[in-house]
């Protein structure tokens, strides 16, 4: 990538870029350093964070379609938020007329908040859980369902039963390749009035999303973004052929992980590091996947020019990196 730096515009404005660039992970550290306590009114203030109504969560409709004992033995556990303690309760966004500002949104609750989660007892970690984070990013995915829906990844059904209650939605089916959560969900469904409308599948979600007839798919398989890119570059690719409407869990902040790894090129072409390291973009095995991505992009873009600030605009767009996904191929480790 050669970025023309004769052009002083080009110049100031990609240093205001890599300048928030830096900004964005300062920031995201310094929320990470205060979750999981609770945190003063003058710091929750400081973060922007804002305060959260119990009734908005606690009458989310799943907790009317499982049974009322479901949580109270293992593996589901019974965790809490504690009163002033913050946590993100919705989607980071992207401001691009900003220099790509992200913003996180940071909530918390004044009083305990209890919640469901699920154990993956082989290696004692939280597989999923019924949070604020949770309810609110699967909205505008449960609101797209209809007709024949195919759902990768089974979790605590939370996704899965709220479709089903839809009269747009006529079959679900569930495709998850472990068989021990498999089991979880079907005997979470068997009092469900929509216990005939949902279906179960122990499949690779590749394979199931190559070979099964849908109208429409959701793709829940990752606990954040990083994660999510071994599974989401082959899907993306995977939808361009298919005719269904398709969502992923979490997708802006996905395509802004993605596009983090752009600016992380365009600084170090800027700044010509690449020319002191031949190999800087040889994949590894072991290496993370987010360099992966950096890589493919790098060979995508290796005789790119960045002539002027339009330029840059448009490589850096959403509408850009979502069309990109289909061409560049990540060698994601395993």
């Given at each position: 990538?050669?970025?023309?730096?004769?052009?002083?515009?080009?110049?100031?404005?990609?240093?205001?870029?890599?300048?928030?660039?830096?900004?964005?992970?300062?920031?995201?550290?310094?929320?990470?350093?205060?979750?999981?306590h609770a945190a003063s009114l003058e710091t929750?203030?400081?973060?922007?964070?804002?305060?959260?109504?119990?009734?908005?969560?606690?009458?989310?409709?799943?907790?009317?379609?499982?049974?009322?004992?479901?949580?109270?033995?293992?593996?589901?556990?019974?965790?809490?938020?504690?009163?002033?303690?913050?946590?993100?309760?919705?989607?980071s966004e992207c401001k691009e007329d900003n220099y790509y500002e992200i913003v996180s949104h940071v909530g918390y609750f004044q009083e305990t908040y209890h919640y469901p989660a699920l154990l993956d007892e082989s290696t004692n970690t939280i597989w999923m859980s019924v949070i604020p984070?949770?309810?609110?990013?699967?909205?505008?995915?449960?609101l797209l369902a209809k007709g024949k829906c195919l759902v990768l990844g089974a979790g605590m059904l939370y996704y899965a039963l709220h479709i089903a209650t839809k009269d747009s939605v006529e079959k679900v089916v569930v495709v998850d390749n472990n068989p021990k959560i498999l089991d979880l969900a079907k005997k979470m469904i068997v009092h469900s009035p929509f216990h005939k409308k949902i279906n179960f599948i122990q499949e690779d979600a590749i394979t199931?999303?190559?070979?099964?007839?849908?109208?429409?798919?959701?793709?829940?398989?990752?606990?954040?973004?990083?994660?999510?890119?071994?599974?989401?570059?082959?899907?993306?690719?995977l939808e361009e052929k298919k005719t269904a409407t398709c969502a992923y869990w979490?997708?802006?902040?996905?395509?802004?992980?993605?596009?983090?790894?752009?600016?992380?090129?365009?600084?170090?072409?800027?700044?010509?590091?690449?020319?002191?390291?031949?190999?800087?973009?040889?994949d590894k095995k072991g290496q993370p996947h987010t360099v992966a991505v950096l890589n493919a992009?790098?060979?995508?873009?290796?005789?790119?020019?960045?002539?002027?600030?339009?330029?840059?605009?448009?490589?850096?767009?959403?509408?850009?990196?979502?069309?990109?996904?289909?061409?560049?191929?990540?060698?994601?480790?395993?």
């Open positions: 990538m050669k970025i023309h730096k004769e052009n002083a515009a080009l110049v100031s404005y990609l240093k205001k870029v890599f300048l928030m660039h830096k900004r964005n992970i300062e920031r995201a550290n310094e929320l990470n350093s205060l979750f999981l929750l203030k400081q973060i922007q964070a804002v305060p959260l109504g119990l009734d908005d969560y606690c009458s989310d409709k799943y907790f009317t379609l499982v049974p009322d004992n479901l949580f109270k033995n293992k593996p589901y556990l019974s965790l809490y938020y504690e009163p002033y303690e913050p946590f993100l309760f919705a989607e984070h949770e309810i609110n990013t699967m909205k505008k995915p449960i199931a999303a190559k070979e099964l007839n849908y109208d429409f798919l959701f793709a829940d398989l990752w606990h954040m973004a990083e994660d999510a890119l071994p599974l989401y570059f082959p899907l993306k690719r979490i997708e802006e902040e996905i395509i802004i992980t993605i596009r983090e790894c752009l600016l992380t090129l365009v600084e170090e072409s800027f700044y010509e590091l690449e020319l002191q390291e031949p190999n800087l973009y040889a992009l790098a060979r995508y873009f290796k005789n790119q020019e960045i002539h002027n600030i339009s330029d840059f605009k448009k490589i850096a767009s959403k509408e850009f990196i979502v069309r990109l996904i289909g061409q560049i191929h990540p060698m994601f480790s395993k």
